[in-house]
C-alpha cells in the first residue's frame, strides 16, 4: 500500500533529478578534462607550485561577459630571470583558454590586465612560466551571477 | 584605418622607466557558441593575435580566445629604453587586422 509519506518522498527524488539535469554530469566532466588537457599541455610534465602568481578578478560577479582580470608575478623581470609567459583558464567555459601571453625581461614587469567572459560559477586559474622553466600558478573561485554565454541556453 | 583601436602610453618617459601601455580595439569577439533564433551556430569571429613592436623589436605578444570579452582591452608594460615607435598589431578570424603606431620620447 503507498503512504501519502511515500508519495511525496517520491516527488521531492524527482524534483531533486529534474535541478541536476540541468547541468548533465557529462557537460561537466567534460569541460573539466578540457581544463585539465589545456593546463597539461602548457606544462608539459612539469608540475606548477603555487605561489608568486597573483590572479585579481572579483570574487563576485555580476554580468559573466565582461569580468575585468589582472594578472602579475613576482619577478625582477631581468634577461636572466624572468617571465616567459602567463596563461589564464576558466574552468566552466566551453573552451577553457582565456589568454596566453607572452613576455620578455623587455616588459619591465610581469603584470597583464584584460577583461574575460566567464560562463559559470567555478574555478579560474592562472599559470606563470619563469625562464627557469618553473610553473607557479594561482587560482580564484569565483560566484557569477549572470553568466556569459546563457541567452542561447547553451549550459 | 577602419578598424578602430585606442592606445594610451605616456608621450615621454625617463630612461629605464616601466611605463604602462593600455590598448583597446573595437571588435565583437563573436565566441562562435552563440545560436541564431533558428538554431545556427553563430560562426566564430575573434581577434586571435596582438603583438607589440618597440623600435621592431617584439616586447609583448598574446594570443586571445573566445573567452576575452568584447573590445578586448590588454594593458600590460615595457621598459622606456630609447625615443622611438611602438607599433601595435591585432590579427583575427576573418583577415581582420589593425595596427596602430605611438611614438615615445625618451629622455
Redesign the interface.
Known amino acids: 500500500m503507498t503512504t501519502r509519506r511515500q508519495i511525496l518522498l517520491l516527488a521531492c527524488g524527482a524534483l531533486a533529478t529534474g535541478a541536476q539535469a540541468q547541468l548533465t554530469p557529462n557537460i561537466a566532466a567534460l569541460r573539466r578534462a578540457a581544463l585539465d588537457e589545456a593546463v597539461r599541455k602548457v606544462l608539459a610534465g612539469a608540475q606548477a607550485r603555487p605561489g608568486r602568481v597573483k590572479l585579481d578578478l572579483p570574487p563576485l560577479i555580476e554580468n559573466g561577459n565582461s569580468v575585468p582580470l589582472s594578472v602579475s608575478v613576482q619577478s625582477p623581470m631581468t634577461a636572466d630571470d624572468h617571465v616567459r609567459a602567463i596563461h589564464v583558464f576558466t574552468e566552466k567555459n566551453p573552451q577553457p583558454n582565456v589568454i596566453a601571453a607572452y613576455f620578455g625581461p623587455r616588459a619591465g614587469r610581469a603584470a597583464l590586465t584584460t577583461r574575460a567572459r566567464i560562463a559559470d560559477t567555478g574555478t579560474v586559474i592562472a599559470i606563470a612560466q619563469l625562464s627557469d622553466g618553473s610553473f607557479w600558478s594561482d587560482s580564484v573561485q569565483v560566484v557569477v551571477t549572470l553568466s556569459a554565454c546563457l541567452e542561447d541556453g547553451l549550459i | 584605418m577602419a578598424n578602430r583601436v585606442i592606445v594610451s602610453l605616456p608621450a615621454t618617459a625617463k630612461r629605464g622607466e ?2 604602462e601601455i ?1 590598448t583597446l580595439a573595437g571588435h565583437t569577439m563573436e ?1 562562435g ?3 541564431t533564433q533558428t538554431g545556427e551556430l553563430v560562426p566564430r569571429d575573434i581577434v586571435t593575435n596582438f603583438v607589440c613592436r ?1 623600435n621592431g ?14 573590445n ?8 622606456a ?1 630609447e625615443s622611438g615607435t611602438l607599433e601595435f598589431r591585432w590579427t583575427g578570424d576573418n583577415n581582420f587586422s589593425a595596427t596602430h603606431a605611438a611614438t615615445i620620447t625618451v629622455v
Open positions: 616601466i611605463i593600455r565566441t557558441f552563440r545560436r618597440y623589436e617584439e616586447v609583448f605578444r598574446a594570443e586571445l580566445h573566445p573567452a576575452i570579452a568584447a578586448p582591452l590588454i594593458s600590460f608594460s615595457t621598459v629604453t
